[in-house]
């Protein structure tokens, strides 16, 4: 009887890991898997999908004596470890009360063990998904609360002896078959993100490489020469797309590729005009679904995303197929990835010709802070990470978007406190990158956070602190960056454990008199003191004690 268990057991599984494989390949199941955050709608679904399955697995289990042997604890568990324990708990009470209405000697037992099952598996999800490998602890934990489901029918099954026979006949096929089954199970879903993350690593390793060549063409702005090269750039490197678009909010700006004989003038396609009002990307799946106004387009497929310059939206970009519903996953993301580039670039470039028209030294000199050696070493660094971790190039990649966008975009304003705070932490997450673990920089801050500061006053001096106080020790190190109420003042404490500086050059660090290759290091320090004194007065600016071999500690001090 338990080899014929095992044999019965094994073939089902079989067959319901051939169905979830087969539904893996669904997109809208895809979709929901890649989900981190479920909504209430979202947790109700799969609570319904896995419950479904959990009842499809205890009607597909074997009848022994007293009881069924069955491949519901897969479905149920798999749930709570992919969905959390309100997803774990619905799938349990579903399969749950449908076992209830069986009956039989384990029918408070049975239906109890299901729910427990799946609300511990829900408890450890957040755990679960932390972990680079996540078969191996899904068997584990399989096993242990196939384990607890045994224990649960000894304890609350009568009569005892009954219950007894139940596990010894059950126990074995079912402590090693459904945790195989859950571990099978997770494997499948594991490879939906795998995959994902390929897409979005080659993704954005395409994206650096087309926003730098169209760097030159973009800071120029937004118009038809420029939008053409760019467009012709993407095609280009994209190749496997049959159109390129980039509009402005009423026009086609530019159009390479099948369909530019009539996508010219006024925008052509009622799904371009959407984006243009929502600013939400659409993925049209056809000829109807695209909305051109010409019936012989022979276009079928399209994604088109908006471009935004400080959240206002300028424009368009989009994608096209000649075949229906063609679109793929990489190409989604692709022209996530550039839309954001390019719209990061759109507002570089009104800055720089906002610059131009400005003769404000300070102006000038915050836009000299900009080192394109920076910019070429992140690139590098994100470059690097997109083969080994996807996720974390991505995370940069928004970094850096965020750090010029900021830089670029603020001199010369007022902004609070944690707005400046945020910005330093752009840097140091894109320097802490090329450290490899070896940069750690701590916030310490208290009240009030709601303090208006000028734009731009921490960051010269925490890069100063990397580049001159902690890269020169390769080893790295440690800042440590805090503000705080003293004696009716604000003061800020930039403290680094770096190599410090000499008492010669300590003295002369601020002087205004010293040529750039002397004073390049330490621009960014004097252009602060300079705006500190000349926005509250002589009284303020940077106080920089340093200690050779030991560190560095810069003070500001704001009035309250």
Known sequence: MSQYIFQH???????????????????????????????TQEKIAYSIVFGILGIVGTHTGIQTTYAIANTRPVAIITA????????????????????????????????????????????????????????????????????????????FSRPYDQAWQIVQAISPAMLLINPLGIAIFIAILDSIYEEKEKVEGKAAQLTLQIAGKTLDYLRKGLNEENAYQTANTIFRSVG??????????????????????????????TSTMEVLASGNYILAKSKEEIGCKNPNCPLQSKIVVALKDQGAIIGSLGFYKIK????????????KGLSQLISTQLEVSKVEQYSALRAAAEIKALQAQINPHFLFNAINTIVYYCRSKPETARSLLL????????????????????????????????????????????????????????????????????????????????????????????????????????????????????????????????NVHERLKTIYGPDYGLTITSELGKGTCVSLTFPV
């Open 9 to 39: 057991l094994i073939m089902i599984l079989i067959v319901v890991l051939g169905c979830v494989f087969f539904l893996t390949k669904a997109r809208s199941f895809r979709n929901l898997i890649l989900k981190r955050q479920l909504s």
């Open 80 to 155: 709570g470890l992919i969905g959390g324990p309100w997803v774990g708990l619905g799938a349990g009470v579903i399969a749950g009360v449908e076992r209830y209405f069986l009956g039989g000697i384990t029918v408070l037992s049975s239906p109890g063990s299901t729910i427990l099952q799946g609300v511990l598996a829900g408890f450890y999800h957040y755990r679960f998904n932390t972990l680079n490998v996540r078969w191996p602890s899904a068997l584990a934990m399989g096993f242990f609360l196939e384990a607890v489901h045994m224990i649960v029918l000894l304890l």
């Open 240 to 269: 496997n797309i049959d159109a390129v678009v980039i509009t402005s909010l009423d026009n086609v700006l530019a159009f390479i590729g099948t369909g530019a004989d009539h996508h010219r003038g006024v925008i052509q396609t």
């Open 324 to 335: 229906p519903d063609s679109i793929t996953p990489f190409e989604i993301e692709l022209i």
């Open 399 to 526: 970094n850096l978007a965020d750090f010029y966008r900021n830089n670029l975009l603020q001199a010369g304003e007022w902004v609070d406190l944690q707005t400046e705070i945020d910005h330093v932490d752009s840097y140091v997450q894109i320097e802490a990158a090329r450290f490899q673990g070896k940069l750690h920089v701590s916030y310490n801050f208290a009240e009030p956070y709601y303090k208006k500061i000028p734009a731009l006053i921490l960051q010269p001096i925490v890069e100063n602190a990397i580049k001159h106080g902690l890269y020169p020790k390769k080893s790295g190190g440690k800042i440590a960056i805090s503000g705080c109420n003293v004696s009716g003042k604000y003061v800020v404490t930039i403290i680094d454990n770096g190599v410090g500086i000499p008492e010669d050059k300590l003295t002369t660090l601020l002087e205004e008199n010293l040529g750039y290759r002397e004073v390049g290091a330490r621009i960014g320090l004097r």
